[in-house]
T-cell receptor, first 114, second 111 residues
């Protein structure tokens, strides 16, 4: 089954404790991205990657890091989480190009930073 | 710089057509319009996308105006399960590849 898998789905952590949210897709997609969703603000892009070893900032990259060492994986790293990073996070992937169709989303990771 | 503008909420009677508008007046000629919906806090679900021609699939129809400054998503026979937040999105895919999400329209389908 074609899917984007995120882990963990739920996490409560404390300020300053480094954490990684993993994202993996099994569709051989070139493009992957991370979004955060906050009440009243919709979905905002954090980082995206157009291929292996090619990452770029989205609209809200502060406080986050990413890496793309393999095509299927695109982890989101919070080196020193703060309470304002409490949010619902989505990973997504799609083939490159205009005719590629839909952006496939994971089920989301709800993060709480105390 | 919001690329799309949507009304925050709309109501629709069950069984009737739901017409969700989106304004994207600054869209460029090579930028696509996508529609997604999100039920509760689940991952957004793809509905349809198009460039300039009207599109139809098993879920919905997408009507794009001739000047491409706006579009309408049509759910032909809304059911209670169509209650969700609907996002209109512009996709830019040149040297970068970005999806610009609007703030969404909460569609309430009522019995």
């Amino acid at each position: 089954e074609a899917q984007v898998t995120q882990n963990p789905r739920y996490l409560i952590t404390v300020t300053g404790k480094k954490l990684t949210v993993t994202c993996s897709q099994n569709m051989n997609h070139e493009y992957m991205s991370w979004y955060r969703q906050d009440p009243g603000l919709g979905l905002r892009q954090i980082y995206y990657s157009m291929n292996v070893e090619a990452t770029d900032k989205g609209d809200v990259p502060e406080g986050y890091k990413v890496s793309r060492k393999e095509k299927r994986n695109f982890p989101l790293i919070l080196e020193s989480p703060s309470p304002n990073q409490t949010s619902l996070y989505f990973c997504a992937s799609t083939p490159r190009g205009y005719l590629s169709g839909e952006l496939f989303f994971g089920e989301g990771s709800r993060l709480t930073v105390l | 710089d919001a690329k799309t503008t949507q009304p925050p909420s709309m109501d629709c009677a069950e069984g009737r057509a739901a017409n969700l508008p989106c304004n994207h007046s600054t869209i460029s000629g090579n930028e696509y319009v996508y529609w997604y919906r999100q039920i509760h806090s689940q991952g957004p679900q793809y509905i349809i996308h198009g460039l300039k021609n009207n599109e139809t699939n098993e879920m919905a129809s997408l009507i794009i105006t001739e000047d491409r400054k706006s579009s309408t998503l049509i759910l032909p026979h809304a059911t209670l399960r169509d209650t969700a937040v609907y996002y209109c999105i512009v996709r830019v895919a040149l040297s970068i590849d970005k999806f610009y999400f609007g703030s969404g329209t909460k569609l309430n389908v009522k019995p």
